[in-house]
């Protein structure tokens, strides 16, 4: 078997978990509990990807990354890169895609803390960002545990997406799941059948971890 | 209770008998064709049909499996064949037409557009229909492979799920340039986007496209129509819609 | 709301009145923790708010402390660690160590908040609040929550932190013998306007007339028919007891029912006791 695309997705999946944990973070906070006008609309573009089928965001991003197009054309004078077909534009694509995975539980676990603790840390002269850092964040863990996961998942889970921007390169953007799509096309199902399963398992395995782990902070916490 | 009776009534209308529709299985690049070929066909014989379209690949999958497909229109030899080994099929899978390659391109011109011009700078990616599974793929890398080009412009190749998403990979200028159908460039969807050359088509094995008929049991209502359009596939007036969007 | 209301330093206010009269919202615009429509908030000589002139300094300047009804300890750090956070970069960390000694935390100091009891706990946040040397500490019903034996314990602790770092004080309560024991001035607040500011004797003792007599209050439990007489139990101030009542009275008694006796105070019998 090729462990190729397998790498390449879970190297996918890690890094676009890891931007999204730094981009999500104050927007989850944003969203939580900042007073403004428009929440909903701000709601509703980052929730966007929950409902939009891949293909939608796929074929937008197509148009975006090409450089026939303003975008894809600033990008490519200003860098020298190209998006459409290289990984950074499979990490931007799913950035995007996962977005709301990785910002609506930690938002939840931001809002499910009393708001005495960010209250009592303002009281003992820290300002935001340390509650946030210090008090806030800490107190969240499962939440953010299950952001990370859910998002690695959902990462190594993408498909319609890379297949429309990934243009199928070995070791570039031929991930696992186009892999599979690929060998079926082929007719080729033993093939197909080894991704999928490495797939299941590591998918299973990484859920299992994540519920046993949530279940024993939640059994601390409870426990007085 | 006459509410009741009517709801129940439109529930039942809802769910279809199984219909007497013949279906045809149709790969990606024969699409366009098809929408002709069936017009003609209903006209002259009176039978409705209906087409869908998917890879080759998913097709095969999809008849494997059940699926309840009477005619099966290939974009090669290779996926009916196994089919008629399987067992599928009504007789042996015969050629309709054969493919025609070419190159494409959304801003380079047609003077310029040709195989040397991949290897320029001008040219970041070729969008090639993967070979795997796509003939006018495979027969993307013979040429290149007859050419020489291969080793220098691999690092180029980007490759389409099938042949309609190398053309959107082409026509959105994602990538300069690619190979391609040219039953795609001539359908009407596709007509004047950007400009394409005829490859020299000794450099490349012919790229045969074969239906199938698929079994149908004898007493199946839709074993005669099946059996009309296969016949129609092979016909003069069926070959003169093909050749009209460039096969041969 | 409308509330005009000065406070001399170094004293303990209590604030009262019935609940949704606005004492917590009050509390926690001094804090500034939030913020009124229209208002002034001085304190010594620097202006915490004025709305006139969109004034507004932000709770982390205003030094208070604050102590809340459901502790608000932070659940990720021991005790020890939950005083320190209140530390700035370059205070001395003793204060730390004299104030877990002083409250006898020093045992506790590696626990984390869930492993204390509610009376710990609000031991350790009220010892937080003190962490910065607030010139002013906040308390929103701060003992509700516990005991009596408990409650006793924390007023006197908050007694004998205000003597030592002579803060001012403004405190939420319900509790009559917390107000009397805790704070020289009270204010009481109806639907968001103070209706009486005083000492707690001139707000409360002012209306008191010297009584003979007692209301009680009971529940009947059980009736029975006894001799010529009705033996009916009830349960007044937690507590069973017997009543002897005349036989006419069946008809109004049955279980559940609620009754007042007025009892005479001739020759009071008090026994005084302490709660430590």
Redesign the interface.
Same mark, same amino acid.
């Given at each position: 078997m090729d462990f190729q695309p397998l790498l390449l997705t879970f190297k996918l999946a890690t890094i676009t978990s890891l931007i999204l944990l730094v981009v999500s973070l104050p927007i989850a906070y944003w969203l939580a509990f900042a007073k403004f006008k428009g929440r909903g609309v701000v709601e509703a573009i980052i929730g966007m990807p929950l409902v939009l089928p891949p293909s939608v965001i796929g074929f937008y991003l %197509? #148009?975006a990354?090409? @450089?026939? *197009?303003w975008f894809?054309n600033f990008i490519e004078s200003i860098f020298g890169l190209?998006l459409?077909?290289s990984f950074s534009g499979l990490v931007i694509a799913s950035v995007l895609y996962s977005l709301p995975f990785m910002v609506y539980p930690i938002r939840a676990g931001l809002q499910s803390l @009393?708001a005495? #603790?960010r209250?009592?840390? *303002?009281?003992?002269?820290?300002?935001e960002w340390d509650t946030f850092f210090?008090?806030l964040l @800490?107190?969240c863990k499962p939440a953010l545990l299950t952001a990370f996961v859910l998002t690695f998942a959902h990462t190594v889970g993408e498909f319609g997406v890379v #297949?429309?921007?990934g243009?199928?390169?070995p070791g570039v953007t031929k991930v696992a799941s186009v892999a599979i *799509?690929?060998e079926?096309?082929? %007719?080729n199902y033993p093939a197909a059948n080894q991704y999928a399963m490495v797939l299941f398992a590591v998918t299973f395995l990484i859920l299992l971890v994540v519920y046993s782990v949530n279940n024993s902070l939640l059994r601390?916490?409870q426990?007085? | 209770m006459r509410w009741l009776s009517l709801l129940l009534f439109l529930f039942f209308a809802g769910c279809d008998k199984p219909s007497d529709k013949i279906i045809i299985a149709t790969a990606a690049n024969v699409q366009y064709v098809m929408k002709e070929i069936q017009q003609e066909f209903e006209k002259e014989s009176g039978k409705k049909i209906q087409i869908v379209v998917g890879s080759s690949g998913k097709l095969t999958t999809q008849i494997r499996e059940g699926a309840p497909f009477d005619v099966f229109v290939s974009a090669d030899v290779k996926y009916p064949q196994e089919i008629f080994e399987k067992g599928g099929g009504a007789e042996k899978p015969k050629v309709y037409a054969l493919g025609t390659l070419v190159l494409w391109s959304k801003d380079i011109a047609e003077n310029d557009l040709t195989t040397d011009v991949l290897t320029t700078e001008k040219v970041k990616k070729i969008a090639v229909p993967n070979p795997k599974v796509a003939p006018y793929g495979e027969a993307a890398i013979q040429v290149l492979a007859a050419k020489n080009l291969l080793k220098t412009i691999e690092k180029k190749l980007v490759y389409g799920e099938s042949i309609a998403q190398t053309a959107q990979y082409i026509t959105s200028g994602s990538a300069e340039a690619g190979f391609n159908a040219l039953s795609i460039v001539l359908s009407d969807e596709m007509k004047g986007k950007g400009h394409y050359v005829i490859i020299d088509s000794t450099l490349y094995k012919p790229i045969q496209q074969a239906a199938i008929l698929l079994k149908h049991s004898d007493d199946s209502p839709k074993k005669a129509g099946s059996e009309a359009f296969y016949q129609f596939l092979y016909s003069q007036k069926a070959k003169a819609i093909f050749r009209k969007y460039g096969y041969k | 709301m409308e509330v005009s209301l000065g406070l001399g330093a170094g004293s303990i206010l209590a604030l009262t009145g019935p609940s949704g009269a606005g004492k917590t919202t009050l509390l926690r615009q001094i804090a500034g923790l939030a913020k009124p429509e229209f208002g002034r908030i001085t304190f010594k000589n620097s202006i915490w708010l004025d709305t006139e002139k969109t004034l507004n300094l932000p709770t982390q300047q205003r030094n208070i402390g604050f102590v809340f009804q459901d502790y608000a300890l932070f659940p990720n750090m021991s005790v020890r660690e939950n005083l320190a956070f209140a530390l700035s970069k370059n205070d001395n960390t003793e204060i730390v160590d004299e104030l877990l000694a002083e409250t006898e935390l020093t045992q506790l100091a590696s626990r984390r908040p869930f492993q204390l009891s509610g009376g710990q706990q609000q031991r350790v946040a009220l010892t937080r609040a003190l962490v910065r040397k607030p010139d002013l500490l906040l308390l929103d019903e701060p003992f509700t929550a516990l005991d009596y034996q408990m409650r006793y314990q924390l007023q006197n602790l908050l007694l004998r932190f205000q003597q030592h770092y002579h803060f001012t004080a403004i405190l939420v309560t319900h509790d009559m013998g917390e107000i009397f024991r805790l704070a020289q001035k009270v204010a009481v607040m109806e639907n968001g306007k103070l209706v009486n500011v005083g000492s707690p004797a001139e707000v409360f003792l002012g209306k008191a007339t010297p009584e003979s007599q007692f209301d009680i209050y009971g529940e009947v439990l059980s009736v029975e028919k006894q001799n010529d007489g009705l033996l009916v139990h009830v349960l007044i101030n937690h507590k069973i007891s017997i009543l002897n009542l005349p036989l006419e009275m069946l008809d109004q008694l049955s279980p559940g029912k609620k009754f007042l006796l007025q009892h005479n105070l001739g020759a009071p019998d008090i026994r005084l006791f302490d709660a430590d």
């Open positions: %197509l #148009l990354f090409s @450089p026939s *197009y894809g190209r459409v077909f @009393p005495s #603790l209250e009592a840390s *303002y009281t003992l002269g820290k300002n210090k008090v @800490p107190n #297949l429309m921007i243009g199928n390169i *799509y690929n079926v096309e082929a %007719l601390v916490r426990s007085s | - | -």
